[in-house]
T-cell receptor
């Protein structure tokens, strides 16, 4: 079973600061997805990256897929309290249904 | 678009009873649906994959006789937890894919169902 390691597990920052969350694996994934999950709710898809080296921007969020498709990062610029939540990365292998989820990074943005 | 609903959103039941959870894709047909379980402060763990009209595929360690899955139509899948015990208390989340779900085809997640077994 391939594992996705997310770091840090917890992150508490002041509003306006920048942050980066990492998702690493020893396995290659055909695609990698980032989700945000609020307490008591299901994950909401933020982005899917499929090409090694790909960078996608979603307003203040920048997602990068590693060249070898084993790792990814999420960078948030000028964090806002509304960014607070659990950020999950999930990888999919070619030919497989299974999404392997990381344990998540719990982000708290303090006003 | 791509909305997935779950019902109920939360349920409390007595030990030994059975509980059914519904997962519906509201605005698309879901070829494949997935059921996950999430324990507190842990990530999502895939329990089973179901395709409309065929038997579900269960992940290792998941008892198929305890967690009955029925993918009755292209918009509905149900998970029945039979003879529930307190250790089955968890957050159950379904997802649906408009395609086969293979290789990371997008899965749209439901809001989850909180099950508490007394």
């Amino acid at each position: 079973t391939q594992l996705l390691e997310q770091s840090p597990q917890f992150l508490s920052i002041q509003e306006g600061e920048n942050l980066t969350v990492y998702c690493n694996s020893s396995s290659v994934f055909s695609s990698l997805q980032w989700y945000r999950q609020e307490p008591g709710e299901g994950p909401v898809l933020l982005v899917t990256v499929v090409t090694g080296g790909e960078v996608k921007k979603l307003k203040r969020l920048t997602f990068q897929f590693g060249d070898a498709r084993k790792d990814s990062s999420l960078h948030i610029t000028a964090a806002q309290p509304g960014d607070t939540g659990l950020y999950l990365c999930a990888g999919a292998r070619a030919g497989s249904y299974q999404l392997t989820f990381g344990k998540g990074t719990k982000l708290s943005v303090i006003p | 678009g791509a909305v997935v609903s779950q019902h109920p959103s939360w349920v409390i039941c007595k030990s030994g009873t059975s509980v059914k959870i519904e997962c519906r894709s509201l605005d698309f047909q879901a070829t494949t649906m997935f059921w996950y379980r999430q324990f507190p402060k842990q990530s999502l763990m895939l329990m089973a994959t179901s395709n409309e009209g065929s038997k579900a595929t269960y992940e290792q360690g998941v008892e198929k006789d305890k967690f009955l899955i029925n993918h009755a139509s292209l918009t509905l899948s149900t998970l029945t937890v039979t003879s529930a015990h307190p250790e089955d208390s968890s957050f159950y989340i379904c997802s649906a894919s408009p395609t086969s779900g293979i290789g990371g085809d997008t899965q749209y997640f439901g809001p989850g169902t909180r099950l508490t077994v007394l």
